[in-house]
T-cell receptor
């Protein structure tokens, strides 16, 4: 049974710091891994999608890597800003079902 | 193009009452999914429709939950009777095919008192 774990559960950093969010999964047989952002009271916004054949994806200040064999992914946020404050979720898919982690709650202090 | 929409955004009901949540997928998306997040836990899959057919309802917690998608357009999720443990955020998502990226709606926050 696939399980997804995210560490840390919460993170508070001063503005401008580079930071890394971690996601691990127990079954390496995945189609893709996706990172989402959720703002309070809002839905899920897709940030980056990494297909199983890829190693990383980049979008602006965000970079996500995938090491399928070790069951790990990291989301790197460069030069963090207060607007980055949100809950970050990773999810893996092996079929049509998304299996989510519990998320990392990020607060970037001005 | 409109995204996935859900109604209501928030519902507060008493234990034993009935609530119906609605999801309108992105136009043309045959695949529709329901997920939910209960307090402190991860978002979990409930079920998957392809057009009007239920493909997988393995995540439905019990028979108090009934999902429908008549005509293969919008979907409803009815909880009857609601229990305290049903409180949480219910998300709907849609995709063009089962292998495509799913687009999530804003969720319905259900509070059962």
């Amino acid at each position: 049974k696939q399980e997804v774990t995210q560490i840390p559960a919460a993170l508070s950093v001063p503005e401008g710091e580079n930071l890394v969010l971690n996601c691990s999964f127990t079954d390496s047989a995945i189609y893709n891994l996706q990172w989402f952002r959720q703002d309070p009271g809002k839905g899920l916004t897709s940030l980056l999608l990494i297909q199983s054949s890829q190693r990383e994806q980049t979008s602006g200040r965000l970079n996500a890597s995938l090491d399928k064999s070790s069951g790990r992914s990291t989301l790197y946020i460069a030069a963090s800003q207060p607007g980055d404050s949100a809950t970050y979720l990773c999810a893996v898919t092996a079929t049509y079902k998304y299996i989510f982690g519990t998320g990392t709650r990020l607060k970037v202090l001005a | 193009e409109a995204g996935v929409t859900q109604f209501p955004s928030h519902s507060v009901i008493e234990k034993g009452q009935t609530v119906t949540l609605r999801c309108d997928p992105i136009s043309g998306h045959d695949n529709l999914y329901w997920y939910r997040r209960v307090m402190g836990k991860e978002i979990k899959f409930l079920l998957h429709f392809v057009k009007e057919s239920k493909q997988d309802e393995s995540g439905m917690p019990n028979n108090r939950f009934l999902a429908e998608r008549t005509g293969g357009t919008y979907s409803t999720l009815k909880v009857q009777p609601a229990e305290l443990e049903d409180s949480g955020v219910y998300f709907c998502a849609s995709s063009l095919t089962g292998a495509d990226t799913q687009y999530f709606g804003p969720g319905t926050r259900l509070t059962v008192l």
